[in-house]
């Protein structure tokens, strides 16, 4: 009678410690499932980041390839011969930073000015194009880099043209800008708060990602493939955005409605309308603020334009 109480107790035992299992289970699933199904653009900027630091890395030994190929015609005779090599360094690498740091400039001075345009479209026009246009010039850029990959002896400075076409659609700050408005204005039932923080962490995530990618692709790999990949990543993320941002997601924002400013807007000219997002810009920089405020926001644009000039081209 006692070893059947016994068995029967541990049978129970064991029951329950299987519907506990089966519970834990069933709200991991859940989780993961409403974690998934809350996602809009996490995984577009999760892709991004991935192939902006998998792009750094390979652009600037790309650059050095095409200097050296600039410089003696034939890279091969140069890499083949150590002290040749070593001796005729100097100019090559000089080209190579020159090239670099006019990379930067073609891409920073356009996106500064598109970026506030852009930002200030957001408030009064549909937001998923404004969210779509910056990875149009992406892919575009993505282009001549395929074609100078292929033409690996077409003149240098055109690898700048892929600068100047994504810093005209915005660059990377407005594709960062235009993300985190996007996530901002949610709804407040989806945790606006949430939402930033893993915007944040897939950033991170998506950056140490691309590092190990960069090393390891740029190992096994030809430019060509390198580039066609990220061509193919950002077709991808434009696809996805097209699909995923909802009809309500697109709507205009309640404050320009109740304003009037979208009413006022769509009367204007396009060169108006590029008037007027400037106007906002230069009120923005530049209006009288308490407590310092507009030598502060003057002051930080500086410090970041200067930092990110000379980091570049080192």
């Not at 001075?109 to 149009?136: E, M, N």
């Not at 926001?297 to 570049?312: E, G, K, N, Q, T």
Request: charged share 15%; with cysteine; proline share 2%.
């Amino acid at each position: 009678m006692e070893l059947e109480l016994l068995a029967q107790s541990c049978e129970v035992v064991d029951n329950n410690r299987n519907r506990r299992k089966r519970m834990r289970i069933s709200n991991f699933g859940e989780t993961v499932k409403r974690f998934l199904l809350q996602m809009t653009i996490e995984p577009a900027i999760f892709l991004y980041t991935f192939t902006s630091y998998v792009h750094l890395p390979v652009l600037q030994a790309f650059i050095y390839e095409k200097a050296y190929i600039a410089i003696y015609k034939n890279a091969s005779d140069v890499w083949s011969d150590k002290e040749h090599s070593n001796e005729h360094t100097l100019p090559v690498q000089t080209l190579a930073n020159h090239t670099f740091l006019l990379s930067t400039v073609c891409l920073l001075l356009p996106s500064l000015f598109v970026t506030a345009v852009c930002g200030s479209l957001s408030d009064i026009h549909s937001r998923k194009r404004i969210l779509l246009f910056p990875f149009i010039g992406l892919i575009l850029s993505d282009i001549n880099y395929i074609i100078q990959s292929i033409y690996m002896k077409m003149n240098i400075y055109f690898i700048l043209l892929s600068d100047v076409l994504f810093g005209l659609f915005g660059g990377f700050s407005s594709i960062l800008g235009t993300m985190f408005s996007f996530s901002a204005r949610l709804p407040a039932e989806n945790r606006n708060s949430c939402h930033i923080a893993t915007i944040e962490a897939f950033i991170g995530f998506g950056g140490t990602m691309g590092f190990i990618a960069a090393g390891l692709l740029h190992r096994s790999c030809s430019y060509l493939i390198i580039f066609l990949i990220n061509t193919a990543i950002h077709v991808v993320i434009l696809v996805y955005l097209c699909l995923r941002i909802a009809k309500h997601h697109d709507e205009i924002t309640a404050e320009a409605s109740e304003n009037g400013h979208h009413a006022l807007f769509v009367t204007l000219t396009i060169i108006q309308k590029f008037g007027y997002h400037f106007k906002q810009l230069y009120q923005t920089v530049f209006k009288y603020r308490t407590e310092h405020g507009r030598c502060r926001i003057i002051l930080s644009l500086v410090a970041f334009c200067l930092s990110y000039f000379l980091s570049s081209g080192q």
